[in-house]
């Protein structure tokens, strides 16, 4: 996965694109019947969704570039291709 022929401006928006999905996931962890186990506790809920903001942050910043799921998000996301894991 070579970003070597996209701008700054498409590298930036497909981070926003494979952070979005990070942020979907914290919204719908929010609602009352996401499915959490009965014994996940309420501060348990609110550290994986603010972990899931956390990460997003991050996306956005460019600081996962490196992280092979991010990396395909944002491929896909440029060329409409997705890059299997196993060859």
């Known amino acids: 996965m070579n970003f070597e022929r996209f701008s700054k401006?498409?590298?930036q928006e497909a981070r926003l694109y494979?952070?979005?999905i990070n942020r979907d996931i914290a919204r719908e962890a929010a609602k009352?019947?996401?499915g959490f186990a009965d014994h996940v506790s309420?501060?348990?809920k609110n550290a994986?969704?603010?972990?899931q903001l956390s990460l997003a942050d991050d996306i956005d910043n460019g600081k996962m570039d490196g992280n092979f799921t991010v990396r395909q998000r944002m491929y896909y996301f440029l060329t409409g291709e997705c890059v299997p894991i196993l060859k």
């Open 48 to 51: 994986y969704i603010n972990n």
């Open 18 to 20: 494979a952070s979005s």
């Open 32 to 34: 009352p019947d996401f």
């Open 42 to 44: 309420d501060a348990e």
């Open 9 to 11: 401006e498409q590298l």
